[in-house]
């Protein structure tokens, strides 16, 4: 059995309990601007399946001389992706990657033992005001994937899967749902995707997963019974039938989950790891500041700043 803190053999089953088993209000946080809401982790749930970071990036709209300017910065025992509905972003990483991040396409960032990536919008030919909004989520690594090399790889919107009818939309962006498979190899099972649904539609949750779980990005859903409106995310108790259905303005929703890891992970900044010893030999790794031979280099073209440790 993988670990789930939610697998309880003394919790109440069948009609004792809702469908529902954990809802979440994302924490906002202003970022001069443009705001992020932050569902994972939460206090009540560390993960969903292997996801254990969840960001809502804006809306937002950037004016030319405006947007987002992170530094570089290290993350190890992870995987990133962010997923745009509007707007660029530009991607550098320590493995020498440039890669400007997209609407609808997969932008996947295997940390693994260690990598340095910047995000930011410095396009200077723009000279329009920006819409920006999407998604950064983190996929927790199996131990076994924990020190492997890191790895970028990029799949484009029209390389995913796609399927449409009666109402509603679906694009497969990570792993296997639906009778899909996505492109990009994951290192455990999961799923995630971006699902657009007319007023009245609805679409079952995948029932093949051991953990799954639903963002409201726009709009609002029902789901047994209940509505639940733009910016909550419902995690579903393990093996129960699911659907959902949009509301009078229809939905945009993230579904995601998959298979649970083998064990707890400690998360300290941009540091996810099974034990803290891996957090700390990263920390010390990165305030060394030995790019040249230590552990973490900086992004080619860009590697004069970065994001110092922090303090705590």
Request: hydrophobic letters at 40%.
């Amino acid at each position: 059995m993988s670990w789930n803190p939610a697998l309880d053999p003394h919790c109440p089953t069948g009609d004792e309990v809702d469908a529902i088993d954990t809802v979440i209000v994302p924490r906002a946080r202003d970022l001069g601007g443009f705001e992020v809401r932050r569902a994972l982790p939460a206090p009540r749930r560390q993960m969903v399946g292997p996801f254990i970071f969840f960001d809502q990036m804006g809306p937002a709209e950037f004016l030319p001389t405006q947007g987002l300017d992170v530094r570089p910065h290290p993350h190890i025992g992870l995987a990133t992706i962010s997923y745009l509905y509007r707007g660029r972003m530009h991607h550098r990483d320590s493995l020498g990657t440039d890669a400007w991040i997209e609407p609808g396409a997969v932008n996947w960032m295997v940390a693994g033992h260690g990598i340095t990536h910047s995000e930011r919008i410095d396009d200077a030919t723009r000279t329009d005001p920006m819409p920006f909004f999407g998604i950064q989520t983190w996929v927790a690594l199996p131990k076994d994937h924990e020190d492997r090399p890191a790895e970028f790889v990029h799949a484009a919107k029209d390389a995913l899967p796609f399927l449409e009818g009666e109402g509603k939309s679906l694009r497969l962006i990570l792993g296997h749902g639906w009778g899909e498979r996505a492109p990009v190899e994951t290192p455990s099972e999961m799923f995630y995707a971006d699902v657009v649904l007319q007023p009245g539609a609805a679409i079952p949750m995948p029932d093949n997963h051991e953990d799954r779980g639903a963002y409201v990005v726009e709009g609002s859903a029902e789901v047994a019974g209940q509505t639940f409106d733009a910016g909550r995310m419902m995690v579903f108790r393990p093996g129960d039938a699911i659907s959902l259905r949009a509301g009078p303005q229809g939905a945009r929703l993230m579904l995601l989950g998959g298979a649970t890891l083998e064990g707890p992970r400690y998360i300290w900044w941009n540091f996810v790891a099974s034990s803290r010893e891996r957090i700390e030999e990263a920390k010390e790794a990165w305030r060394a500041e030995d790019w040249a031979h230590g552990r973490f280099h900086l992004p080619p073209g860009d590697d004069k700043e970065f994001i110092p440790l922090p303090p705590r």
